[in-house]
């Protein structure tokens, strides 16, 4: 199992970024495929971005083109760039790994304690 700590959450206004960062120990980090899931007040848990261990990545259409996920295997550190943020981006946001399949509807079996985001209109 990998472990993974969240930061770099905050409040911001709408139309403005922030940059979410994920540190990975634990495991061989590189080979995980690693993800960011998000979970709002009374909604469930929305997978919005994964990556997998050569770097191919896939968005839910509520962020695609608004938030980039990257990763530095040198530093074991997942990113996630959020632009444009909206109020509906407003919840607490999740690291997640897996050394299986990679994909948004995937079982991540690696949680961080998660991060929080607020975006104020």
């Known amino acids: 199992q990998v472990q993974l700590v969240e930061s770099g959450g905050g409040s911001v206004q709408a139309g403005g970024s922030l940059r979410l960062s994920c540190v990975a120990s634990?495991?061989?980090?590189?080979?995980?495929?690693m993800g960011w899931f998000r979970q709002a007040p009374g909604k469930e848990r929305e997978g919005i971005v994964v990556?997998?261990?050569?770097?191919?990545?896939t968005y839910a259409d509520s962020v695609k083109g608004r938030f980039t996920i990257s990763k530095d295997n040198a530093k074991n550190t997942l990113y996630l760039q959020m632009n444009s943020l909206k109020s509906e981006d407003t919840a607490m946001y999740y690291c997640?790994?897996?050394?299986?399949?990679?994909?948004?509807?995937?079982?991540?079996?690696?949680w961080g304690q998660g991060t929080q985001v607020t975006v104020s209109s």
């Open positions: 634990g495991s061989t980090y590189s080979n995980y495929c």
């Open positions: 997640v790994a897996s050394n299986s399949y990679c994909g948004l509807r995937a079982r991540f079996g690696s």
């Open positions: 990556i997998d261990s050569g770097g191919r990545t």
